[in-house]
């Protein structure tokens, strides 16, 4: 009755089941997650920025009104000579840098060089994400080939249950190998029920990685896992973004350069400015001209910022050879491992079928009474063993190919 149980249970799993492709999940993640819809946003700011930049250099006009009053005296009062009393102006000027092409150049590099940060770095999470969802759906499938082992093999202990009864009857067997049989189910049953609590527990969190928050059941299917085509390392997001902070330190150089440039400007100015509010008709007026900023001696602080950026690069090339010998020992690790893998499989499923060669024949022997329920007990469990094994050792191959996907994907 029990086993009949856990048959419902794995049929109506089935039946209830939504998308369990992993492409089904790594999509929701991707959809869902608030960090890549993060770095969309900041590429949408970065655009505005650039039209920053854009504006800025268009003339700005300002607005700018004055009342000051200042009374005097024989005996109190500002000197008339400086306040006249007052001052009332109301001026609109206007005003535009000139001759800065080199500056809007180097502003917009930076932006461009914070948007390929940007997209490189939102291209390593959603990598990131990739491997975490392949890694838990490889979890869940794993927990789920183990309660499936574990289904099959109480089916086999109790297809023996009930021809050992009839043995016993027959007093072919002793009633003490049937009692045998009987603890060996229950155990059976309660590692059943412990692969089924950690099975719906992984998918639970596979479900909470990808963003998704429907209850409907989950029966996980063998993915498609293969390595993809090797690349250029440089082209990898890994290491292009150490290209990238590379730029970006040309960049802030080139802008330090830009700042000791002389500067021009030119403005003009309309309104009204008078200290003698009764004829303020007589003095509207303008103005034009020119602003230059030339540079002469700051104490040295351009050779400061210099040497800032010299022990920046510094650090950056450090952690790009570091980075870059861990990466190809890695590498070379993992093929490694996938080959050994690979190897142990083969054998692993030589082992199988013997296993259930010697399962076979001792279902025989047990009918004709030439061999003992022990016996049997220990053959089945080396058959379960041997296929967990074996399921176990696919799904480090594909955990090993998803390693190398992260490693050489662009």
């Known amino acids: ?38 770095y969309q946003n900041q590429l949408g700011m970065a655009e505005v920025d650039s039209l920053m930049v854009k504006a800025g250099q268009k003339p700005q006009v300002n607005s700018t009104s004055q009342v000051m009053v ?50 490189n770095t939102a291209k390593i999470s959603g990598h990131d994400m990739v491997k975490a969802i392949t890694g838990q759906y490889l979890t869940a499938l794993a927990d789920y080939n183990e309660v499936n082992n574990l289904r099959i093999y109480s089916e086999l202990l109790n297809e023996q249950k009930n021809i050992l009864k009839q043995l016993v009857s027959q007093a072919i067997y002793k ?12 155990t059976a049953e309660i590692s059943f029920n412990q692969a089924q609590s950690q099975f719906l527990t992984d998918v639970n969190l596979l479900k909470q990685i990808c963003g998704i928050t429907d209850t409907a059941q989950l029966i996980p299917q063998m993915p498609k896992i293969e390595i993809t085509q090797n690349i250029a390392v440089e082209k990898s997001p890994l290491f292009l973004q150490y290209a990238i902070d590379s730029l970006k330190l040309i960049n802030e150089q080139q802008s330090i ?48 910022e210099y040497q800032k950026i010299s ?47 010697l399962v076979k024949l001792l279902k025989v022997q047990l009918n004709s009474g030439n061999t003992t329920i022990t016996e049997l007990i220990n053959a089945m469990k080396n058959l379960l063993s041997v296929t967990h094994n074996i399921h176990q050792a696919q799904l480090k191959e594909f955990g090993i190919i998803n390693e190398l996907n992260y490693l050489m994907q662009q």
């Open 175 to 186: 009633q003490t190998d049937y009692l045998a049989l009987e603890i060996e189910l229950q």
């Open 70 to 119: 200042a009374p005097y005296n024989n005996n109190l009062g500002y000197d008339a000579a400086i306040t006249n009393g007052g001052n009332y102006a109301s001026v609109v000027d206007v005003s535009q840098y000139i001759f800065n092409g080199k500056t809007l150049k180097n502003k917009y590099e930076n932006i461009a060089l914070q948007n390929q940060s940007l997209r």
């Open 1 to 38: 009755m029990k086993i009949a149980l856990l048959n419902v249970f794995l049929w109506s799993l089935a039946l209830n089941a939504g998308a369990q492709q992993l492409d089904y999940f790594i999509n929701h993640g991707l959809s869902n997650s608030p960090l890549l819809k993060d």
């Open 257 to 304: 350069n830009l700042r000791y440039r002389p500067k021009i400007n030119w403005f003009a100015d309309a309104g009204l400015m008078t200290s003698a509010p009764a004829t303020f008709y007589h003095n509207f007026g303008y103005s034009v001209g020119l602003n230059m900023n030339i540079p002469i001696f700051d104490g040295h602080q351009r050779r400061l």
């Open 311 to 357: 022990i920046r690069e510094n650090t950056r090339s450090n952690y790009k050879i570091y980075f870059a010998n861990q990466y190809f020992k890695q590498v070379e690790q993992l093929n490694t491992a996938l080959r050994t893998n690979q190897k142990n499989l083969t054998i692993l499923k030589l082992q199988e079928s013997s296993a259930q060669e």
